[in-house]
C-alpha cells in the first residue's frame, strides 16, 4: 500500500511517497516530473523491495524552498529521508535532475548507496558528453536559468509548456496519460512553483563545482548502471567510466527521454536483476 510522509530538511519540508518492503530503494525525478514519473514501475519494484519516491526539493508537494538547489544540498535532502525512515543502506535510481545529486549521494556516502542507476541525465560537467553537447546545452537550460525571466513568460501558460516537455520526451512524441500529465502541470502551476523548478537549472555552476572537486580523491566503488534513452544516449555512461569501479552501460535506443513512463516494462526488465544482483 502506498504511504505519503513529510521530512524536513534544512527548513523545507519534503514529501515522500513508499511502498512495499525489502531493501530500499531512492528513486529521484526531474523535470518536468514528481515522484508520480516512476508511478509505472513503483507497483513491481515494491513487490521485491521498499521503495521511497520523494519529490525533489522545490517541487511536487515538496515545499518552496528559497535555497538548496545544488546537487550537494539535494543529495543531504536524500540521506535526511533515509535517516527518518531508519534506512542504513538503499539502491538509488535517477533520471534527468535527480542524476547529479544521486552521484554525489553516492560518491560522498558509499556506505549508505549500495547501488546506483543513472538514466537519462548529464552528472555535472564532467568530460564525456562532449557528442550530446555538440550544438550546445539544450536551449531551456539557459532559459531557465536567468533569474525572473522564465517565470515571467511562462506564468499562466503552465499546460503549454510542461506538456511540450512530456511530447518531446516520448519516442513518438504522444506525451504521456492525461492523469500524469495532469498532475505534473498542477505541480508546476504558477509562479513559485516555476521559480523553484527554474533553481535547479540556476544552480548548475554551483553543482559543476561540487562535482569537479568530489571526483579529484573519489571513485563510485558502488555496482553502477548508466541507462541511455533516445535523448542523452551513452552520455552518461561515457562520463562515469573513468570514475567508476563497476560499471554496466546499457541503451534503449527506441525510448524516449522519459524512460520510467515511455519504456517502463523494458525498464524493469533492466532494473529487476541490476538491483536484485
Same mark, same amino acid.
Given at each position: 500500500?502506498?504511504?505519503?510522509?513529510?521530512?524536513?530538511?534544512?527548513?523545507?519540508?519534503? *514529501?515522500?511517497?513508499?511502498?512495499?518492503?525489502?531493501? %530500499?530503494?531512492?528513486?529521484?525525478?526531474?523535470?518536468?516530473?514528481?515522484?508520480?514519473?516512476?508511478?509505472?514501475?513503483? !507497483?513491481?519494484?515494491?513487490?521485491?523491495?521498499?521503495?521511497? $519516491?520523494?519529490?525533489?526539493?522545490?517541487? @511536487?508537494?515538496?515545499?518552496? $524552498?528559497?535555497?538548496?538547489?545544488?546537487?550537494?544540498?539535494?543529495?543531504?535532502?536524500?540521506?535526511?529521508?533515509?535517516?527518518?525512515?531508519?534506512?542504513?543502506?538503499?539502491?538509488?535510481?535517477?533520471?534527468?535532475? #535527480?542524476?547529479?545529486?544521486?552521484?554525489?549521494?553516492?560518491?560522498?556516502?558509499?556506505? /549508505?548507496?549500495?547501488?546506483?542507476?543513472?538514466?537519462?541525465?548529464?552528472?555535472?560537467?564532467?568530460?564525456? %558528453?562532449?557528442?550530446?553537447?555538440? @550544438?550546445?546545452? !539544450?536551449?531551456?537550460?539557459?532559459?531557465?536559468?536567468?533569474?525572473?525571466?522564465?517565470?515571467?513568460?511562462?506564468?499562466?501558460?503552465?499546460?503549454?509548456?510542461?506538456?511540450?516537455?512530456?511530447?518531446?520526451?516520448?519516442?513518438?512524441?504522444? #506525451?504521456?496519460?492525461?492523469?500524469?500529465?495532469? %498532475?505534473?502541470?498542477?505541480?508546476?502551476? #504558477?509562479?513559485?512553483?516555476?521559480?523553484?523548478?527554474?533553481? *535547479?537549472? /540556476?544552480?548548475?555552476?554551483?553543482? %559543476?563545482?561540487?562535482?569537479?572537486? $568530489?571526483?579529484?580523491?573519489?571513485?563510485?566503488?558502488?555496482?553502477?548502471?548508466?541507462?541511455?534513452? @533516445?535523448?542523452?544516449?551513452?552520455?552518461? $555512461?561515457?562520463?562515469?567510466?573513468?570514475?567508476?569501479?563497476?560499471?554496466?552501460? /546499457?541503451?534503449?535506443?527506441?525510448?524516449?527521454?522519459?524512460?520510467?513512463?515511455?519504456?517502463?516494462?523494458?525498464?524493469?526488465?533492466?532494473?529487476?536483476?541490476?538491483?536484485?544482483?
Amino acid at each position: 500500500m502506498t504511504a505519503s510522509t513529510t521530512v524536513e530538511s534544512d527548513g523545507a519540508r519534503l *514529501h515522500v511517497v513508499t511502498e512495499g518492503e525489502g531493501p %530500499a530503494v531512492l528513486l529521484l525525478h526531474g523535470f518536468p516530473h514528481t515522484w508520480r514519473v516512476w508511478s509505472a514501475a513503483i !507497483p513491481a519494484l515494491a513487490a521485491t523491495h521498499r521503495v521511497i $519516491a520523494p519529490d525533489l526539493r522545490g517541487l @511536487g508537494d515538496s515545499d518552496r $524552498a528559497a535555497s538548496g538547489y545544488d546537487a550537494r544540498s539535494l543529495a543531504r535532502d536524500a540521506l535526511r529521508i533515509l535517516d527518518a525512515l531508519d534506512i542504513e543502506t538503499t539502491a538509488v535510481v535517477a533520471i534527468d535532475a #535527480g542524476v547529479t545529486p544521486a552521484f554525489l549521494l553516492a560518491l560522498e556516502n558509499p556506505d /549508505r548507496v549500495d547501488r546506483l542507476v543513472l538514466m537519462e541525465g548529464m552528472v555535472g560537467a564532467l568530460p564525456g %558528453a562532449e557528442a550530446f553537447l555538440r @550544438g550546445g546545452p !539544450p536551449w531551456w537550460f539557459g532559459f531557465h536559468a536567468i533569474p525572473d525571466l522564465a517565470e515571467t513568460v511562462l506564468e499562466g501558460h503552465e499546460p503549454e509548456y510542461v506538456e511540450y516537455f512530456l511530447r518531446i520526451g516520448t519516442h513518438d512524441r504522444r #506525451g504521456v496519460d492525461s492523469e500524469i500529465r495532469d %498532475a505534473f502541470v498542477a505541480a508546476y502551476r #504558477g509562479r513559485d512553483s516555476l521559480r523553484s523548478a527554474f533553481e *535547479h537549472y /540556476r544552480a548548475l555552476p554551483a553543482t %559543476a563545482a561540487q562535482v569537479a572537486d $568530489a571526483v579529484r580523491t573519489r571513485r563510485l566503488v558502488m555496482p553502477t548502471l548508466a541507462l541511455g534513452g @533516445g535523448v542523452v544516449g551513452g552520455a552518461t $555512461a561515457a562520463q562515469l567510466e573513468p570514475l567508476t569501479d563497476h560499471l554496466e552501460a /546499457r541503451l534503449l535506443a527506441d525510448s524516449g527521454h522519459i524512460i520510467p513512463l515511455d519504456r517502463p516494462r523494458e525498464l524493469l526488465e533492466i532494473l529487476h536483476p541490476f538491483l536484485l544482483g
